[in-house]
């Protein structure tokens, strides 16, 4: 036994009823007649393209009484493995490239304080290459 491609259903509003008001009901072989109190709702299109995929974050760690970059473009694990030789959190800018606007843009102190806090985490835990010795 094959099975068709369903079908999608097309539903109207059925403004005709009296007494408690409308119903949705489904098209299927009525005919709408324009001006008798059907409103007839198209389904909603598919997106034409999907959603592009988010890239890795881009971060950028400026010494701030210097003003010299100490990374550019750095992946997350990069920055906070550069946070853990900081002293404070004060002594530094951090930004994160923003795609779409094609820019640098501040981290906000929440955002800084997260990033602060992971440092420690990812150096002890992560670290697969062998101890020198």
């Known amino acids: 036994m094959s099975e ?13 009823t009296k007494g408690t008001g409308a119903e949705v009901v489904p098209l299927d072989g009525r005919k709408a ?3 008798h109190g059907a409103i007839v709702v198209q389904p909603k299109q598919k997106r034409e393209k999907p959603p592009e995929p988010k890239l890795p974050r881009k971060f950028r760690v400026v010494d701030v009484m210097t003003g010299r970059a100490l990374a550019d473009g750095a992946d997350a694990r990069t920055t906070v493995r550069l946070l853990e030789g900081i002293r404070s959190p004060v002594d530094v800018s951090i930004q994160v490239w923003e795609e779409k606007a094609g820019r640098w843009q501040q981290l906000s102190r929440r955002e ?15 670290s697969s290459a062998p101890a020198d010795g």
Request: aromatic share 6%; charged share 35%; no cysteine.
């Open 4 to 16: 068709e491609p369903r079908k999608k259903r097309v539903w109207v509003l059925d403004t005709e």
């Open 33 to 35: 007649v324009e001006g």
């Open 112 to 126: 800084s304080r997260m990033l602060w806090s992971m440092r420690g985490r990812a150096s002890g835990a992560s």
